[in-house]
Antibody, heavy 122, light 110 residues
Framework: QVQLQESGPGLVKPSETLSLTCTVS??????????WSWIRQPPGKGLEWLGY???????KYNPSLKSRVTISADTSKNQFSLKLSSVTVVDTAVYYC???????????????WGQGTTVTVS | SYVLTQPPSVSVAPGQTATITCGGK??????VHWYQQKPRQAPVLVVY???DRPSGIPERISASNSGNTAALSITRVEAGDEADYYC?????????????FGGGTKLTVL
C-alpha cells in the first residue's frame, strides 16, 4: 500500500524559496503511469493544484504559478520535491502531495494523499 | 481554463439525502472525481470516473454526471458525513492534462 509523507520547514520568510519533499513508501516514484502532484490549501479555503511530475522528471504546472514552481524527483531516495520561489504571505497554506494513476487518455482520481504539512510565510 | 462551480454549502437533516452539484461546460464528457475532506484531515477520494467508488467507501455515496452538471449524493446522511466535498476533473486540452478542482461544498448535518 503506497503511502506519502510531506516534510520541510514550517516557516519561510517572504521573498525566499519554499522547499518541501514528499517521501513515497510502498511504491516507486519511478513507476510509470502515475502523476505525482503537489496541492495546497490556504487557511479556510479550497484546494489548489500546483503541478505534477511523471516519468521520473517530466512536469506540468498550474499556469497561474508556473513561473514560480519547480517539481523534481530524487529516484535514489524515492522522493519528489516542490520548490516555490519568491513566496509571500498568500502562499501560507497546508501543502499536500498526492498520486493519481493514468493510462493513455484515461486519468483517474487522486487515490493516495499525504497527511499535509503547514507552511507559514512570515 | 476550465471552471468547476460548486455551491458553498448544503445542509441536510440526519437520515435524509444530500446532493452536491458540480457545474462545468459539457462536464458530462469528462470524468469527474469527488473528494471528502473532514476538518484537519487530508482529502479522501470517495468517487472516481463519475460514479465508481474506491474500496471501503459506503454504498450510501453515489454520483452521476451528465450535460453540464455532475452530482454527488449521500443517502441516509449521518453526522460523520459532515465535511467539505470537492469535485475534480482533468482538463485534457493537451497530452498531459491540467488538474481542476471545484471550489468545494461544506456539508452540514443539522
Amino acid at each position: 500500500q503506497v503511502q506519502l509523507q510531506e516534510s520541510g520547514p514550517g516557516l519561510v520568510k517572504p521573498s525566499e524559496t519554499l522547499s518541501l519533499t514528499c517521501t513515497v513508501s510502498g511504491g516507486s516514484v519511478s513507476s510509470g503511469g502515475h502523476y505525482w502532484s503537489w496541492i495546497r490549501q490556504p487557511p479556510g479555503k479550497g484546494l489548489e493544484w500546483l503541478g505534477y511530475m511523471y516519468d521520473s522528471g517530466s512536469t506540468k504546472y498550474n499556469p497561474s504559478l508556473k513561473s514560480r514552481v519547480t517539481i523534481s524527483a530524487d529516484t535514489s531516495k524515492n522522493q519528489f520535491s516542490l520548490k516555490l520561489s519568491s513566496v509571500t504571505v498568500v502562499d501560507t497554506a497546508v501543502y499536500y502531495c498526492a498520486r493519481a494513476k493514468w493510462l493513455t487518455y484515461h486519468y483517474y482520481g487522486m487515490d493516495v494523499w499525504g497527511q499535509g504539512t503547514t507552511v507559514t510565510v512570515s | 481554463s476550465y471552471v468547476l462551480t460548486q455551491p458553498p454549502s448544503v445542509s441536510v437533516a440526519p437520515g435524509q439525502t444530500a446532493t452536491i452539484t458540480c457545474g462545468g461546460k459539457n462536464i458530462g464528457y469528462k470524468g469527474v472525481h469527488w473528494y471528502q475532506q473532514k476538518p484537519r484531515q487530508a482529502p479522501v477520494l470517495v468517487v472516481y470516473d463519475d460514479s465508481d467508488r474506491p474500496s471501503g467507501i459506503p454504498e450510501r455515496i453515489s454520483a452521476s454526471n451528465s450535460g453540464n452538471t455532475a452530482a454527488l449524493s449521500i443517502t441516509r446522511v449521518e453526522a460523520g458525513d459532515e465535511a467539505d466535498y470537492y469535485c475534480q476533473v482533468w482538463d485534457t486540452t493537451s497530452d498531459h492534462p491540467y488538474v481542476v478542482f471545484g471550489g468545494g461544498t461544506k456539508l452540514t448535518v443539522l
